[in-house]
């Protein structure tokens, strides 16, 4: 699991591209923040999450599969995930922060991810 990228991942670039695309401007992993959000928007309070469907077990999602191999270890991993999400959430929004999680399998329809973006952070910085 060592070799399992946090940062930086083929669906986090997409997602920025798209985000980008629209207008908004964002800044990366902010460690001062709990979970170290993906994506932050500061001037809003605001951050997106990208979920991968097998780490967080999207339900009803394909790639939210249980290994067949130590199957017990691989509940409890993927049990202490969600709690862990959670706990996140909760201490964003104690601060004051709201949060979208975007999940991987939600990149293939990039429109839909645009709209998603749009409806939760509202206006762009552009002017047209």
Same mark, same amino acid.
């Given at each position: ?5 946090? /940062? !930086? ?5 997409? +997602? #920025? ?10 800044? %990366?992993?902010?460690? !001062? +923040?709990?979970?170290? $959000?993906? %994506?932050?928007?500061?001037? @809003? ?35 202490? !995930? /969600?709690? @862990? ?6 201490? +964003?929004?104690?601060?004051?922060? @709201? ?7 939600? +990149?293939?329809? $990039?429109?839909?991810?645009? &709209?998603?973006?749009?409806?939760? %952070?509202?206006?762009?910085? #552009? &002017? &047209?």
């Amino acid at each position: 699991m060592s070799a399992v990228r946090g /940062k !930086n991942t083929g669906p986090e670039l997409r +997602l #920025r591209r798209i985000v980008y695309g629209l207008g908004y401007r964002y800044r %990366l992993h902010r460690r !001062n +923040l709990p979970g170290t $959000p993906d %994506l932050v928007f500061p001037g @809003r309070r605001k951050v997106v999450f990208l979920h991968g469907c097998f780490w967080h077990q999207h339900e009803g999602c394909a790639a939210a599969r249980i290994p067949k191999t130590r199957p017990e270890f691989w509940l409890e991993k993927f049990s202490q !995930n /969600k709690a @862990r999400d959670e706990r996140v959430v909760a201490s +964003l929004e104690a601060a004051g922060w @709201r949060s979208l999680v975007i999940w991987e399998c939600e +990149l293939a329809e $990039p429109d839909k991810v645009a &709209s998603l973006i749009m409806q939760f %952070l509202g206006a762009t910085g #552009r &002017s &047209s």
